[in-house]
C-alpha cells in the first residue's frame, strides 16, 4: 500500500537518527510522478509477459507452445505501443497522484556537458510534459522491451530447441 510506505518512511526519517536521511532521501525518490509512472506503466507489462514467463518455468514446456506464446506476447507489448494506450496510463497515473498527494509531473533538468566536453547546457528539444513521458518513457522502454523478447525468441532458434526437444533421449548404461 502507498500511503503506508510513505508513513513509515516519513516516521523513520522523522524519528530514526541513523536511516533518518536515508528515509527522507528515499521518500523523496518515490514521491514523484515519474516515479509512481514508471512503477504503474512497468505493473502493466509485467501482468502481460508474467503466463509465458510462468511457463517458460514450467518442468512440462513445449518449445513450440512457446514460440506462439512469445509472439503472443510481443503482439500485446506492440499493441501497448500507441497513442491511445500511452493516454490511458498517463490518466489512470494522473488519478493515483491525485489520491496519493503525489507532485505534478515536472521535465528533468538540463544536463551539463562535462568541460572536457567543451561544457555549456545540453540542448534539450522543447516538448511537453506529457510528449517527454510518452518518447523518452513509455515507447523508449516499451520499444527495448519489444526488441529484446523478439531477439531472444527468434524463430530459428525455437525451430532448433523444439527439434531437440524431439529428439530421443540417450541414457548412460
Known amino acids: 500500500c502507498w500511503v503506508c510506505l510513505v508513513c513509515v518512511l516519513e516516521d523513520i526519517s522523522e524519528n530514526d537518527a541513523v536511516y533518518g536521511s536515508d528515509a527522507n532521501a528515499l521518500l523523496k525518490s518515490i514521491n514523484t510522478f515519474e516515479f509512481l509512472f514508471c512503477i ?3 505493473k502493466n507489462i509485467l501482468l502481460l509477459t ?5 511457463y517458460l518455468q514450467s518442468s512440462s514446456i513445449i518449445y513450440s507452445n512457446v514460440q506462439s506464446m512469445a509472439k503472443e506476447t510481443i503482439q500485446e ?4 505501443r500507441c497513442e491511445e494506450s500511452f493516454n490511458n496510463t498517463w490518466n489512470e497515473v494522473d488519478i493515483l497522484r491525485k489520491q496519493y498527494n503525489v507532485s505534478s509531473p515536472i521535465l528533468p533538468r538540463k544536463q551539463k556537458i562535462p568541460a572536457k566536453l567543451g561544457g555549456g547546457l545540453k540542448e534539450v528539444e522543447n516538448t511537453t510534459i506529457n ?8 515507447f523508449a522502454v516499451l520499444d527495448n522491451i519489444i ?3 523478439s531477439e531472444r525468441f527468434e524463430e530459428n ?3 532448433i ?3 531437440m526437444q524431439n529428439t530421443p533421449k540417450h541414457t548412460q548404461h
Not at 507489448?77 to 501497448?80: A, G, H, I, R
Open 50 to 54: 508474467n503466463i509465458l514467463s510462468k
Open 40 to 42: 504503474y506503466f512497468l
Open 147 to 149: 526488441n529484446d523478447m
Open 161 to 163: 530447441l523444439n527439434c
Open 131 to 138: 510528449k517527454h513521458y510518452k518518447i523518452n518513457i513509455y
Open 157 to 159: 532458434n525455437l525451430y
Open 77 to 80: 507489448l506492440c499493441n501497448m
